[in-house]
């Protein structure tokens, strides 16, 4: 079994959660396709870089995120920043010939996403963009019945991602509401999470229509730092602007003739990760809640009519990715166990030489489709979304 060397960059909220995937990949799934070694990670300073190292278990350490990607030991770079460093990283790794795997979304427009894409397509390497959501059990589960043909032919998709923790005016204006860092707001950070679960359960889309609104124009200043996602109030400080959208709402149309509709917010009090979709088929219907993740509900046509109705399947061994997991139905999926089977999965096909999804092309299509929406909700107008050519019907 090869061992194949991490350099990370960032040691926020996301390095905390790939430090574990990479220490607990091997735990849950044996013989591990490789070893993750977590060998450098790299923070904005020397001290938070090595406090990085420190808590999560890295040999070494940097302030100088190039160093990373330019040790010959380095196999695999990962990047956990704030989007606006994503492309340069990216581009710079897949250079030096480095497997890549970077969060979501991919980049903050089309068109730096599609400067990442060209950097990798002929580099001969493994790049996987992190959008872990559609490696919960139960979505994977649905993706299953759905290839099965359980639910017959698709009719819609209703997805919703709804969080509440910048609903409070004085959280503070963290990266995640600055246009220039983020790209945009609800919509590149949330929303495409229900995107890339959609492309993944319908199909491609075709085209959107759509509202972004901003409800809280002004925050009190942050200057730089990881964000608190609405766990430290502002104060009565200075304020600035925030210039990216706290909400957005679009209708889609699917390239296979499906329709549907995704709603995305971090402004809806009471909600937390209410990420959720209901899918109706000509012969059935699934739905799904993260909050409830070990469960799918699903509804079969041909169930005799005295019995038709939702049932609940909780996830467990006889499901997807249920070898490595735990041995009995709901004992308890969590947001550790995505990151550990996609870790899990982008070993795999480094170690067996195979491309993986979603990849570079998936997360350039949801940026392609981010800015339809982005121009729909400009034009207030329907508005066709291109498709990445390797991703043509
Ligand atoms: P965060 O704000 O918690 O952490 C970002 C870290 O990057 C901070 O510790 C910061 O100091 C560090 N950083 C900033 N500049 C750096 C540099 N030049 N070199 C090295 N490190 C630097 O952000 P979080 O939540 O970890 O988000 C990071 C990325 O992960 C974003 O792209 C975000 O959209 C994505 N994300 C994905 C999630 C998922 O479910 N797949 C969940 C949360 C975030
Ligand atoms: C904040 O909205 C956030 O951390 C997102 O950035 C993640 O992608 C999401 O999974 C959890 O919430």
Same mark, same amino acid.
Request: glycine fraction near 10%.
């Given at each position: ?28 799934f ?9 060998k450098?990670?790299a923070?904005a ?21 190039r ?33 890549i ?18 950097a ?19 979505v ?9 043909g359980? #639910? ?8 919703? $991602? @709804?969080?509440?923790?910048? !609903?409070?005016? *004085? =959280?503070? &204006? /963290? ?10 707001g609800?919509?590149?950070? #949330? ?8 492309? $993944? @359960?319908?199909?491609?889309? !075709?085209?959107? *229509? =759509?509202? &972004? /609104? ?13 964000d ?11 304020r600035?602007?925030?210039?990216v ?27 937390n990760?209410f ?14 809640n ?7 509900q ?12 939702f049932?609940?399947?909780y ?31 982008f ?15 998936d ?6 489709i981010?800015?339809?929406i982005?121009?729909?909700?400009e ?5 066709d979304?291109?498709?990445?050519a390797e991703?043509?019907?």
């Amino acid at each position: 079994m090869k061992n194949l060397n991490v350099g990370l960059i960032g040691g926020g909220f996301m390095g905390k959660a790939h430090s574990l995937a990479y220490s607990a990949m091997p735990m849950f799934f044996w013989p591990a396709p490789a070893m993750p070694v977590r060998k450098t990670i790299a923070e904005a300073t020397e001290d938070l870089a090595a406090e990085a190292a420190r808590r999560f278990g890295f040999e070494q350490s940097t302030s100088d995120w190039r160093k990373v990607v330019e040790d010959p030991e380095i196999d695999v770079v990962d990047i956990a920043t704030p989007n606006h460093l994503h492309a340069e990283i990216a581009i710079a790794a897949a250079q030096a010939g480095k497997h890549i795997i970077c969060e979501k979304p991919l980049a903050r427009t089309g068109e730096e996403s599609k400067a990442m894409y060209d950097a990798v397509k002929d580099a001969g390497i493994v790049h996987m963009v992190a959008f872990n959501y559609r490696r919960t059990p139960a979505v994977a589960l649905a993706k299953k019945y759905i290839e099965e043909g359980a #639910i017959g032919r698709i009719l819609n998709f209703r997805g919703t $991602y @709804l969080q509440d923790w910048s !609903a409070d005016p *004085n =959280s503070p &204006l /963290s990266w995640r509401f600055q246009k220039s860092v983020a790209g945009s707001g609800a919509l590149g950070d #949330i929303a495409t999470h229900v995107i890339d679960m959609a492309r $993944y @359960l319908v199909g491609e889309f !075709a085209s959107v *229509n =759509s509202i &972004l /609104s901003t409800w809280i124009p002004d925050r009190p200043l942050q200057s730089g730092g990881a964000d608190a996602l609405g766990n430290v109030r502002g104060g009565d400080g200075p304020r600035g602007d925030v210039d990216v959208d706290d909400e957005v709402m679009t209708m889609v149309r699917f390239a296979n003739g499906a329709v549907g509709s995704i709603e995305a917010t971090r402004n809806g009090w009471g909600r937390n990760n209410f990420i959720t979709f209901e899918i109706h088929g000509t012969e059935g219907s699934i739905v799904f809640n993260y909050e409830r993740r070990d469960e799918l509900q699903v509804c079969f046509a041909n169930d005799g009519g005295d019995r038709r109705g939702f049932r609940t399947v909780y996830t467990g061994p006889a499901h997807p990715y249920g070898d490595g997991l735990w041995p009995i139905p709901a004992l308890g999926i969590g947001y550790g166990e995505t990151k550990i089977i996609e870790a899990h999965d982008f070993f795999k096909a480094i170690a067996e030489g195979t491309s993986v999804s979603p990849n570079f092309a998936d997360g350039y299509q949801t940026a392609l489709i981010d800015d339809a929406i982005v121009a729909s909700a400009e034009k207030d107008a329907w508005v066709d979304v291109p498709r990445v050519a390797e991703l043509a019907d």
